[in-house]
């Protein structure tokens, strides 16, 4: 088959083509695994933390990618869910022990054995690929492959996201930064608490502008000041500057969300600027977001077909992987990128 795989990992600066692509020996469906044939798959922030090293596989060479749409191929022994033909999803989470307190809470994202796919196992920049059954998601029919695969971790993960961030009508939520996700968390957001305003924290005027056409209350740069207070916010920027800018822009008793799975190093001496009282006194909340549950997508899946959300995607050849990474390395972003693959 043909796939991308990573060998090493890379510095993006030195070398803007880290994904080469092979001919590679198609899996084979192990125990209660299916393999799926792969339409489209997302192309995620989450990869350039991977070549970069600040989330690195733990094997090389590895297939990168876990926003996948497909359908079943061949279904392996013993599984009961699927059958050859069915459309599914594959997300961030691959696999989880589903004994531990937090798996049997829900919490299969914190399981200490979480696998991601993509970086424990091989992901979806390839033309087929493997998963167990019950980490695979039917895909509700009002979305087709391409529109579908953004929801599975974007989606998904703003889904979360805006759970923990507390928002609800009435308040006002803040999104710092504008990529694939935020453009579907402000659908969302919209439609579950349309009482509720939603303020836009974005680099570019095109990224402000689109926010805007989406329904925002109010979109302007990372450092300027929004018209009321935030209760909610949630930041999906690589930096650190954009935390204290929001932090200071938190209402008292507010929350602040990091939806990033690493940060980068880059700007991190700012934070020798966080100043008490302006941006942690009275009450003020900082949480992460970590991975994401296997009910977020199922549940994320059925709340944007009921929506229904309209994914913005920019699609690029699987061969262009390498290019649509760069783009999003260089913030030229308008919803999400998507790789088609196959006819
Ligand atoms: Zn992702
Ligand atoms: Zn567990």
């Not at 695979?136 to 998904?156: Q, W, Y």
Request: net charge neutral; proline share 8%.
């Amino acid at each position: 088959m043909k796939a991308l795989v990573l060998r090493k990992n890379y510095s993006l600066e030195a070398n803007p083509n880290p994904l080469e692509t092979v001919d590679w020996p198609r899996p084979r469906p192990m125990d209660r695994q299916i393999l799926v044939k792969v339409s489209a798959c997302g192309v995620c922030h989450t990869e350039l933390d991977e070549i970069e090293g600040r989330t690195p596989p733990p094997r090389f060479p590895i297939i990168l990618g876990h926003q996948i749409v497909g359908r079943v191929e061949q279904a392996g022994p013993g599984v009961r869910r699927f059958k050859p033909g069915d459309r599914v999803g594959i997300g961030w989470i691959f696999s989880a022990c589903g004994k531990c307190r937090f798996c049997l809470n829900g919490d299969d994202n914190l399981c200490p054995e979480f696998r991601a796919t993509g970086r424990d196992a091989d992901g979806g920049y390839a033309e087929y690929t493997t998963v167990e059954e019950d980490f695979a998601h039917p895909i509700p029919e009002v979305f087709s492959d391409l529109e579908a695969a953004p929801l599975l971790c974007a989606g998904a993960i703003g889904y979360r996201s805006l759970r923990l961030s507390g928002m609800d009508n009435g308040k006002t939520l803040g999104l710092i930064g504008f990529g694939a996700s935020a453009h579907l968390v402000l659908q969302m957001a919209r439609h579950q608490h349309p009482g509720g305003k939603i303020f836009v924290f974005a680099r570019s005027e095109a990224e402000q502008q689109f926010a805007l056409e989406l329904g925002a209350s109010w979109a302007g740069g990372i450092e300027s000041q929004p018209p009321q207070p935030l209760d909610c916010a949630i930041d999906t920027t690589p930096a650190w500057k954009p935390v204290l800018e929001g932090l200071k822009n938190l209402a008292p008793g507010g929350r602040f969300i990091i939806n990033a799975i690493r940060k980068e190093e880059r700007d991190k001496e700012i934070l020798l600027k966080l100043d008490y009282p302006h941006h942690l006194w009275l009450e003020k909340e900082i949480k992460s977001v970590a991975n994401v549950a296997r009910r977020d997508i199922r549940e994320f899946l059925r709340l944007a077909a009921e929506i229904p959300i309209q994914p913005e995607i920019q699609v690029f050849p699987l061969e262009e992987a390498n290019r649509a990474l760069m783009e999003l390395k260089n913030r030229k972003i308008r919803g999400a990128k998507v790789l088609r693959i196959g006819p």
